[in-house]
């Protein structure tokens, strides 16, 4: 499975951006999670939102409320639009995988979000 990111880049405090994540080949059509992570320098990487493939989505508590995941099952895809973004969310933002219905058996190369103040 091949995971690619598409949507990082640099933005002002409040602003927004939005994250997308396909998911191909030949074993893409067993894949059950899907999510997003992300990594800030000098500190372990973090759940930011992902869901199973019945639709129970779970946030990292420093997201809820301004970040939005939703997936297209069809395409074997997934988004992530991210408002009222701050300097702290600053990370490489990663797409993960996996044919179990919870973990990160695939990831993505990573995209980098960077939010100035």
């Known amino acids: 499975v091949q995971l690619q990111a598409f949507g990082g880049g640099l933005v002002e405090a409040g602003g927004s951006l939005r994250l997308s994540c396909a998911a191909s080949g030949r074993s893409s059509f067993s894949i059950k999670y899907m999510g997003w992570y992300r990594q800030a320098p000098g500190k372990q990487r973090e759940l930011v939102a992902a869901?199973?493939?019945?639709?129970?989505?779970e946030y990292g508590d420093s997201v809820k409320g301004r970040f939005t995941f939703s997936r297209d099952n069809a395409k074997n895809a997934i988004y992530l639009q991210m408002n009222s973004l701050k300097p702290e969310d600053t990370a490489v933002y990663y797409c993960a995988a996996d044919r179990a219905n919870w973990g990160t058996e695939f990831w993505g190369q990573g995209t980098l979000v960077t939010v100035s103040s």
């Open positions: 869901s199973t493939i019945g639709g129970r989505i």
